[in-house]
């Protein structure tokens, strides 16, 4: 090995969640990973989609589950982050809807879960 291994905060958030922690806590610990640069906003979104069903979202839908986390802390840079994600989660071509994980659908599915 070349140094210490290291445990992403996206890991470790998803981990929080398949255990069933507190997803406000869980979209904190997101919320200051990525802007402190320590993870990134894709990674998180590939990371959470295991949980996305458990939350009322469609199975796999990782940005989706990322979205209302960040829903749930309203931090400023929320939107700018998840466009970011979907940028590097999407391919160019497949981009028709600027809304392709049916955020409104979302928040009406999701209810709370706090």
């Known amino acids: 090995m070349g140094g210490l291994p290291v445990t992403r905060p996206s890991e470790i958030a998803a981990d929080l969640l398949l255990d069933s922690e507190d997803p406000e806590a869980v979209a904190q610990i997101i919320t200051a990973s990525i802007e402190k640069v320590y ?28 979205a209302w986390l960040l829903d749930l802390v309203h931090h400023p840079d929320s939107g700018r982050w998840l ?19 049916g955020w409104e659908e979302t928040q009406s599915a999701v209810g709370d879960h706090r």
């Open 39 to 66: 993870d990134y906003p894709a990674t998180f979104a590939r990371s959470l989609a295991p949980s996305a069903a458990r939350f009322g979202l469609r199975r796999h839908d990782g940005l989706a589950l990322l």
């Open 83 to 101: 466009q970011e994600a979907r940028n590097s989660l999407i391919p160019q071509a497949s981009r028709r809807d600027p809304d392709p994980g």
